[in-house]
């Protein structure tokens, strides 16, 4: 299954994304505001997840809430 951001476009390795929105994560005092772009995401086994890195940190985000930049 192919992995799709928020409007439908197709991810892959490598690709950077905006937030759509303000999220929480968990085990961080910081919360990644909307707009931001993570670079260099990675897909998992999951067609609803990709795996990132935000500072020094390896974090999971759900597809619904990212949008190919």
């Known amino acids: 299954m ?8 197709v991810l892959e390795d490598g690709d950077n994304v905006h937030v759509t929105k303000d999220l929480k994560i968990k085990g961080m005092s910081k919360t ?11 897909l998992t086994g999951s067609p609803q ?4 890195r935000v500072g ?7 597809t619904q809430f990212l949008k190919k930049a």
């Open 32 to 42: 990644l505001k909307r707009g931001n772009v993570i670079k260099n995401i990675r």
């Open 49 to 52: 997840e990709v795996e990132c």
């Open 2 to 9: 192919d992995t799709k951001d928020s409007n439908g476009n």
């Open 56 to 62: 020094k940190a390896q974090i999971v985000l759900k």
